[in-house]
């Protein structure tokens, strides 16, 4: 081949990687307008914009700030400042999920702070309508840590019944988040499988089959719903570092006064591998508390600070909204004042 003829072979080639990496740029590679994207377990990065927020890395999935435009709403029950239909979620959960309900509504006071098998809340702000099912865990049938009665099957068919009675609707998303209630109840009654660093095998076995008989109960309750989720939990606060007498460092700090951080970490992959066969969507926070120490990451002992709770809705939302197409019509609330009596 002749150099002249070399040369305009060249210069084509690079023509046509110029080319490429032009569309490339334009429209990254991957991006589907019509595929779903994975919100919940896409990795992203904490971004100062006036207040911290967490941002997906990806080019082609964005989250939506819908907790911010839902914060500008006023907490009107029967409307919305757009006049569209509210997104109805029900999630069953524990004492983490009320106070999601807490940071979203301001809600000051509460009409029962405890874990009642009957206990339901419900708030909205602009297009979403909020409720939680108080849940203890997916022990089939107890005993239950703090004595607490109902199993996690009369838990959920009370949560479908009070969301139906006071929505008239059956919820367009449905998610569950519950694990601490489970290392408690180990604690109180078997201590055994919680005595060593890791959790063995078999209860873990054993675990996971409780999970999944809750995850299939709820589906079958819920043949409306067009997502359903789970939510990882975050590791609870370690116990102080033991120490020598003259202060020095003495072991690792692995003890936490809800359970071991490990063993949370291993019920939230079990969890999530189970939900997801499934066929779950999955809000994993372990990228998003990744970044932070305990204190930061934690309001006391156990349950996430506001800007990890709202992080967390705030993903949730971007799922449900973009899976969900808005149903026709508008709810007709029963009971206008779902915080009881006394409450702001």
């Known amino acids: 081949m002749s150099r002249g003829r070399f040369g305009l072979l060249v210069q084509a080639l690079v023509i046509i990687l110029v080319a490429c990496v032009a569309t490339t740029a334009a429209e990254p590679l991957g991006c589907d307008s019509r595929s779903i994207c994975d919100y919940g377990v896409l990795p992203g990065v904490w971004k100062e914009q006036g207040t911290p927020q967490w941002e997906l890395v990806s080019q082609c999935c964005k989250l939506r700030d819908l907790v911010g435009e839902a914060l500008q709403a006023p907490a009107d029950w029967n409307s919305t400042h757009d006049g569209e239909p509210a997104v109805r979620i029900l999630i069953f959960g524990d004492s983490v999920e009320r106070i999601t309900l807490h940071d979203l509504c301001d809600q000051d006071q509460w009409d029962n702070w405890g874990h009642d098998q009957t206990l339901f809340h419900s708030c909205r702000r602009g297009r979403v309508l909020l409720s939680r099912q108080s849940m203890i865990g997916v022990h089939p049938d107890g005993p239950y840590h703090l004595g607490m009665t109902g199993s996690p099957f009369q838990r959920i068919l009370n949560g479908f019944a009070s969301h139906r009675s006071f929505t008239g609707h059956e919820p367009d998303a449905v998610m569950f988040s519950s694990i601490l209630w489970d290392l408690q109840r180990w604690g ?48 609870p606060l370690t116990k102080d570092c033991a120490s020598s007498g003259d202060g020095r460092f003495q072991g690792a700090c ?19 591998g189970a939900a997801e066969a499934e066929g779950w969507a999955t809000i994993d926070l372990s990228p998003v508390i990744g970044y932070l120490p305990e204190r930061e990451y934690l309001r006391d002992m156990h349950h996430p600070s506001k800007q990890i709770s709202l992080t967390a809705l705030n993903i949730l ?28």
Do not use: C
Request: proline share 5%; net charge positive; hydrophobic share 45%.
């Open 317 to 344: 939302l971007n799922v449900v909204f973009s899976r969900l197409k808005a149903n026709a019509g508008q709810a007709t609330f029963v009971n206008q004042d779902i915080w009881g009596p006394g409450s702001s």
């Open 188 to 235: 109180h009654y078997e201590p055994d499988k919680i005595a060593g660093k890791e959790l063995a095998p078999a209860t873990l076995a054993e675990w996971s089959g409780q999970f999944l008989n809750v995850l299939r109960f709820m589906k079958e309750n819920s043949p409306a719903a067009a997502v359903r989720l789970f939510k990882t939990t975050v590791p």
């Open 254 to 272: 692995t003890v936490a006064e809800m359970g071991r951080k490990g063993h949370v970490l291993a019920l939230n992959a079990v969890a999530r």
